[in-house]
């Protein structure tokens, strides 16, 4: 059964790959913050290691919140390591060290990017594809992620 909610067939489904995509940014991030959680070492290891766990969290909440969202839009979601990796625009990343700063620039990097890709698929949404509430709804991930990207910023200084 189609869904109609008052967009185009062609356009949910346009909006549907992009979102998978942001889904499979998210995972990837997901999993590199994970990693962070579970790595990190230095004296500052048990402060990074609860802090890495709140982010991750806060993750695995918008991974759900985007799987949902294409759902709605009446598509299935990617859910394979395979599809993540060939859907996302991050990279992994192989690391000698397991110091708290590495980790931090690291996953900083990955959500400025997301924030960056997020920022300018929002008119996108709304104008071509006539999909105002997968803006609005882009629009708060991209909010969450500049949060979160401040707080791991702030560590830096």
Known sequence: MQTQIGIKQENLSKIAHSLCQVLADEFILYTKTRKAHWNVEGDDFYNKHL??????????????????????????????????????????????????KGFIKELLIDHESIIIHLRENITVYANEYQDLGTSDYITGLMETHEKMAWMLRSHLR
């Open 51 to 100: 802090f890495f766990e709140g982010q991750y969290n806060q993750i695995d909440e918008i991974i759900d919140g985007v799987a949902e969202r294409i759902r709605m839009l009446g598509h299935y979601a990617p859910a394979t390591l395979k599809e993540f990796l060939e859907l996302t625009h991050l990279s992994e990343q192989v690391r000698e060290n397991n110091d708290s």
